[in-house]
Structures are given as structure tokens and as C-alpha cells.
């Protein structure tokens, strides 16, 4: 599977992004996604994840009610819909790939990052 992040970007604190994350192949919907991030001299840390079926998913606290992730298994497609955003969301966003089995300790697949600059 490959992974092509999209939809980074500079937005001003209080507002809104969407990330995509579209995936080649033709087993996605065998994937648990997730989004990650990182900022420069910290680990990449999973902030959201949502299970094959697109009916579980996760949040970490600080991201909780304020993004939303989902999933297109027909498109191929992950998401991060992202709101009431703030200077410390600032960080190069990573759309990840979990096989059946797997964890989040130990991704399978990568995508590139994209930037995201929350200005205050």
C-alpha cells in the first residue's frame, strides 16, 4: 500500500483543515488508518486511528472533540477533519497503515507528511 497525504496548510487559530489521505491498491479496507504527528525533536505520536470497518476509532486527549477522523473503503481514502485548531496542533501531520494484527507500536506503511501551521 502507498500513502499520499494532503491538505496541510498555514490557518489562523479557530479554524479548520482537512487532511486526505488517499491509498493505491486494492486491499485498504483490510487497513486499520491512523493520523500521527510530529513536531521538530519529538517522537510521532498517534493523535486518531479508525478500525477497517470504520466504526471504532480513537482519539488521543488532546485532539478529543475538536477532530474527526473517517474513511472512504470505496475511495480508498482516509481523513482528518480538523477544528477550533491551535498554535500546538502546529506540527507535519502522517497518515499511517496497520495490517490485520498489527499495532500502532509497529506501522506497516507510511505516508509522507504534510504540514500544518496554526498561526495565533
Known amino acids: 500500500v502507498q500513502l499520499q497525504a494532503s491538505g496541510g496548510g498555514l490557518v489562523q487559530a479557530g479554524g479548520s483543515l482537512r487532511l486526505s489521505c488517499a491509498a493505491s491498491?486494492?486491499?485498504?479496507?483490510?487497513?486499520?488508518m491512523g493520523w500521527f504527528r510530529q513536531t521538530p525533536g519529538k517522537e510521532r505520536k498517534l493523535i486518531a486511528a479508525?478500525?477497517?470497518?470504520?466504526?471504532?476509532?480513537y482519539y488521543a486527549d488532546s485532539v478529543k472533540g475538536r477532530f474527526t477522523i473517517s474513511r472512504d473503503n470505496a475511495g480508498n481514502t482516509q481523513y482528518l477533519q480538523m477544528g477550533s485548531l491551535r498554535p500546538e496542533d502546529t506540527a507535519v501531520y502522517y497518515c499511517?497503515?496497520?495490517?490485520?494484527?498489527?499495532?500502532?507500536?509497529?506501522?506497516?506503511?507510511w505516508g509522507q507528511g504534510t504540514e500544518v501551521t496554526v498561526s495565533s
Open positions: 491498491g486494492r486491499s485498504f479496507s483490510t487497513y486499520d
Open positions: 499511517a497503515a496497520v495490517a490485520l494484527g498489527g499495532n500502532w507500536n509497529d506501522v506497516d506503511y
Open positions: 479508525i478500525s477497517r470497518d470504520g466504526i471504532s476509532t
